[in-house]
């Protein structure tokens, strides 16, 4: 158990849609970063936070977006939702600071999005 | 982007040694060497990281190049439970936080 929980395990909904992905990060971890793995691919770095404010950007549509709470949990919306956009969605933490990465990424076992 | 790369698949037999190479061309000097591993239908999961030394840890040891231009996972004796996608990755701020397409090992009994 890595101590991240992700919320909920599945997910299917239609195109157009708009759903929330919930991530409670380790105790104590203040960096949460979201991932984004289709079929058969890699992960995906959409964006992470550290205590609260966004700290880089990776591949992220514009239709998504990201926050995370003063008490360190961090949700994904998806908006607009489209065929392509079925994936799983990873959650990780760490405690790293937002300019080293001298710790370990702790990951959640991910929310399964199915569009249709 | 930065990016490292991996041989797509590998192979093994169980109670042997597996090696698992990763070429990092575009290292800078403070970014961390991570690797994880990844089970069907699970997150991935934490293995091992390193700066610059070799690093050893319960689960394997990590043989850093001198010039951080490489590494290798070393697995020392793979089970059956060790048959995963191991990715490597050097982790920096910005867009150098995606993972390659990674190596899928296969431990055959």
């Known amino acids: 158990d890595s101590g991240v929980t992700q919320t909920p395990k599945h997910l299917i909904t239609a195109t157009g849609q708009r759903v929330t992905l919930r991530c409670s990060p380790r105790?104590?971890?203040?960096?949460v970063y979201w991932y984004q793995q289709s079929l058969d691919q890699g992960l995906q770095f959409l964006i992470q936070y550290y205590n609260g404010e966004e700290r880089a950007k990776g591949n992220i549509l514009e239709r998504f977006s990201a926050q995370q709470f003063p008490d360190l949990h961090s949700e994904l919306n998806l908006s607009s939702l489209e065929l392509g956009d079925s994936a799983l969605y990873f959650c990780?933490?760490?405690?790293?600071?937002?300019?080293?990465?001298?710790?370990?990424?702790?990951f959640g076992n991910g929310t399964r999005l199915t569009v249709t | 982007d930065a990016k490292t790369t991996q041989p797509n698949s590998m192979e093994s037999n169980e109670e042997e040694p597996v090696h698992l190479p990763c070429n990092h061309s575009t290292i800078s000097g403070t970014d961390y060497i991570h690797w994880y591993r990844q089970l069907p239908s699970q997150g991935p999961e934490y293995v091992i990281h390193g700066l610059t030394s070799n690093v050893n840890n319960r689960m394997a040891s990590l043989a850093i190049a001198e010039d951080r231009k490489s590494s290798t996972l070393i697995l020392h004796r793979a089970t059956l439970r060790d048959a995963a996608v191991y990715y490597c990755?050097?982790?920096?701020?910005?867009?150098?936080?995606?993972f390659g397409e990674g190596t899928q090992l296969t431990v055959n009994p």
């Open positions: 990780a933490s760490s405690v790293a600071t937002e300019s080293s990465y001298n710790s370990p990424l702790h």
């Open positions: 990755i050097d982790l920096a701020s910005g867009s150098r936080l995606t």
């Open positions: 105790s104590g971890d203040l960096s």
